[in-house]
C-alpha cells in the first residue's frame, strides 16, 4: 500500500476526483509539454456528466491558466467512469496526447505508467496487519509509523488543524451555496441552536452534525478542506474527532494523531482492495468509507483492542453497502452534506456496538471490502456519479415541500 500522505490531501473542494485529479493531470501534462501554448481536453463518462456541477471545467481552466484550453465532453462505456484524454499544442502542432484516469481521492493513473507513488506497507489485507501487530505486539498506530516513519506524525498535526480550520470556518459562515439549488448553509444554525432543555444525546447529534455540515458546506463552495477519503465525504472523520476531543479531556493531541494514522490506516486499505471512487463504486465507496474510518478513529481515541477497531470499520462500511451516488444536478451538495452528518452519527454508534459485540461477530473487515468493491462494480452506471438515477432524477424544487 501507498503512504497514508496519498489519502489526506489538503486542497479546495468540492471534488477529489473531478477537481484535485484533473488539476493534478492538466500540471503533469504541462510539466511534459513546457512549449505548448494551448491544451485540449476531453472529459469522459463521469467527468462528462457532473463535471459542470462538480466544477470540473472551472478547475481545468484554473490549471492551464494562462494557457487558453478547449474542453468537451464525451460518453464511451469502453473507458474508465473518469477518462481525460489532454492534448498539448504548440502553434496547432500536436506536442504529446495523454490519457489520464482520475482515480478517486484526487489520485490520478497516465494510461501504460506505473502509479507514482512507492508502495511502503508489506501488507494488504487488515488480516495480514493484525497477525503481524499481534506477532510484534504493536498497536494499530504503531504499525502506522513503523512503515511511515515518525515524520508521520507532524503531517497528521498538519492534517488535523486543516480539518479543525474547515469546521471553524464552516461553523461561522452563514449564506447560500453556489449553484442553482440554493441550498443554505446549516452548520452555523445547528452548531448555534439550542433548545430548551435539550438532551444531552440530541445536543451532541445536533454538535457532531453541524462539524459534519461545516466541513461539507466548505467543501461544496470551493474552500480548503482534507480528503478523508474524499472531497465528498470529507465531513464525517472531522466531526467525530472534534466532537470527542471536545467531549473527553483524556483525548490528548497525541491520540488525536493516532486516531488520524488508523483512520489512515482503513481507508487506505480500502482504497488498495476496493475504490474510494463514487464513479466506480457509488456513494458507498466515499461515504461509506469515511465512516468506516471516523469508526476506527473513535475506537482508537477510546483506546479499544485491534479486534475492536476492526469490528468498528466493518460495521460501519457494512451498513453503507449499496449506497449509491445521485447528486442532484451534479453539485457536491444534495445529498452528500446531509450524509457526512448521518455517516458521522452512525460512525459513532458501529463503535459503540463493536465494544459490546466484538467476540460474537461473524464478518471481517477484508471480506466487507471485498463485498463493497463486487457491489460497486455491478451497480448500474446511473447510480455512480452521472446524475442520471436517483435523487438526482427524482428531485423537484418544491416551495411547499415543508407545507402541511
Ligand atoms: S452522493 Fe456520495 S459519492 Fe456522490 S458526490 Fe455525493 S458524497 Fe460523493
Redo the contacts with the bound molecule.
Keep these: 500500500m501507498q503512504s497514508i500522505r496519498q489519502l489526506y490531501k489538503i486542497g479546495y473542494g468540492p ?1 477529489s476526483s473531478h477537481t484535485m485529479g484533473p488539476a493534478r493531470a492538466i500540471i503533469e501534462v504541462r510539466k511534459r509539454a513546457l512549449d505548448a501554448n494551448r491544451l485540449e481536453v476531453v472529459l469522459f463518462n463521469s467527468l462528462a456528466l457532473t463535471g459542470q456541477g462538480h466544477l470540473t471545467i472551472d478547475c481545468i481552466k484554473d490549471a492551464s491558466f494562462p494557457l487558453p484550453v478547449d474542453v468537451s465532453n464525451r460518453l464511451d462505456k469502453e473507458r474508465h467512469p473518469n477518462t481525460l484524454i489532454i492534448r498539448s499544442y504548440k502553434d496547432e502542432i500536436l506536442l504529446n496526447e495523454y490519457e489520464v484516469y482520475s482515480v478517486g481521492g484526487g489520485d490520478i493513473v497516465f494510461k501504460d505508467e506505473k502509479v507514482e507513488f512507492p508502495l511502503i506497507y508489506p501488507h494488504h489485507k487488515f488480516k495480514e496487519i493484525k497477525a503481524y501487530c499481534r506477532e510484534q505486539h504493536l498497536t494499530l498506530h504503531d504499525y502506522v509509523y513503523r512503515f511511515e516513519g515518525e515524520d508521520i506524525k507532524k503531517f497528521l498535526n498538519q492534517v488535523y488543524l486543516s480539518m479543525n480550520e474547515a469546521i471553524n470556518r464552516g461553523i461561522t459562515t452563514a449564506g447560500v451555496l453556489p449553484g442553482p439549488l440554493k441550498v443554505t448553509r446549516k452548520a452555523p444554525f445547528l452548531y448555534n441552536k439550542t433548545i430548551h432543555h435539550e438532551p444531552s444525546e440530541v445536543k451532541e447529534s445536533r454538535l457532531v452534525s453541524s462539524y459534519a455540515f461545516a466541513v461539507s458546506e466548505e467543501n461544496a463552495s470551493g474552500g480548503i478542506i482534507v480528503t478523508a477519503p ?1 472531497c ?2 470529507c465531513g464525517v472523520l472531522p466531526a467525530v474527532i472534534r466532537y470527542m476531543a471536545e467531549k473527553h479531556p483524556f483525548i490528548t493531541s497525541e491520540r488525536v494523531i493516532n486516531a488520524l494514522a488508523v483512520a489512515g490506516l482503513i481507508g487506505n486499505l480500502i482504497k488498495t482492495n476496493a475504490s474510494i471512487s ?1 464513479a466506480v463504486c ?2 458507498q ?3 461509506g468509507s469515511a465512516c468506516s474510518m471516523a469508526a476506527a478513529a473513535h475506537a482508537t481515541l477510546l483506546n479499544l483492542s485491534i479486534n475492536q477497531i476492526e469490528y468498528a470499520s466493518e460495521i460501519a462500511l457494512e451498513h453503507h453497502l449499496g449506497l449509491t ?3 442532484v444536478n451534479g453539485f ?1 451538495q444534495i ?2 452534506i446531509e ?1 457526512n452528518a448521518v455517516a458521522a452519527l452512525r460512525a459513532i454508534d458501529a463503535c459503540g456496538l463493536a465494544y459490546f459485540l466484538t467476540d460474537t461477530r461473524k464478518i471481517s473487515f477484508d471480506v466487507v471490502v471485498k463485498t463493497m468493491y463486487e457491489t460497486g462494480l455491478d451497480m448500474n452506471d446511473s447510480y455512480k ?1 452521472t446524475s442520471k438515477g436517483g435523487l438526482a432524477t427524482n428531485y423537484i424544487d418544491e416551495d411547499d415541500v415543508n407545507c402541511w
Design positions: 471534488s474524499t465528498g465525504a463514487g457509488g456513494c465507496a466515499e461515504i451516488c445521485d447528486p457536491v445529498p452528500c450524509r456519479e
